[in-house]
């Protein structure tokens, strides 16, 4: 099955930052989709096929990549993105996800 | 508006079986697969299959096959799964998720909560 390695496992930044968290795939995928997730909440759809945004995602985030390497960036963090962001895809079964990226506002 | 409202939360014994429901709205049921994710408490995110409920057909995680059982119900437009032989490591929230148009999760449920403790 396809691994998919997230880095870093925690994210520290202050509002403002410019923020990059990565997504390695074990062997070539054809799209990475992204999903945020805060405590107690059901995870949300957030980037789609690389880099199309969800509906009502904001426009400081983009995703990005190809092949084995994925990257979702926020321009400037602000205090309501802290959560955690799963990659996740399915170019070959089973489906897997990544472990996340837990991103904390300093 | 698309919704998948799943049941309440289970309080199971080892060894024994819960069944979970996951009944959608604000679409044709039969036109889109529902898949189930399991996450364990503070961890991350496991597929664990999808049925299609046009024809019933199904697709496992090899990881699920034998404790896994997915079902469908056209008429209450209702997906359903069951879980068997529960052991601790059963113990878990577990999602059903609808496919967007790029093979994304796009619409999750609100997840049960599966307790196993004797």
């Known amino acids: 099955q396809i691994v998919l390695s997230q880095s870093p496992a925690i994210l520290s930044a202050s509002p403002g930052e410019k923020v990059t968290m990565t997504c390695r795939a074990s062997s070539s995928v054809s799209y990475m989709h992204w999903y945020q997730q805060k405590p107690g909440s059901s995870p949300k759809p957030w980037i789609y096929?690389?880099?199309n945004l969800a509906s009502g995602v904001p426009a400081r985030f983009s995703g990005s990549g190809s092949g084995t390497s994925y990257s979702l960036t926020i321009s400037r963090v602000e205090a309501e993105d802290a959560a955690t962001y799963y990659c996740?895809?399915?170019?070959?079964?089973?489906?897997?996800f990544g472990a996340g990226t837990k991103l904390e506002l300093k | 508006e698309v919704q998948l409202q799943q049941s309440g939360p289970e309080l199971v014994k080892p060894g024994a079986s819960v069944k979970m429901s996951c009944k959608a709205s604000?679409?044709?049921?039969?036109?889109?697969?529902m898949h189930w994710v399991k996450q364990k408490p503070g961890q991350g995110l496991e597929w664990i299959g999808y049925i299609n409920p046009y024809n019933d057909g199904t697709k496992y995680n090899e990881k699920f096959k034998g404790k896994a059982t997915l079902t469908s119900d056209k008429s209450s437009s209702t997906a359903y799964m069951e879980l068997s032989s529960l052991t601790s490591e059963d113990s878990a929230v577990y999602y059903c998720a609808r496919e967007g148009g790029h093979r994304e999760f796009a619409y999750w449920g609100q997840g049960t909560l599966v307790t196993v403790s004797a």
């Open positions: 996740q895809q399915w170019s070959s079964n089973p489906l897997t």
């Open positions: 604000g679409y044709t049921f039969t036109s889109y697969v």
């Open positions: 096929a690389t880099s």
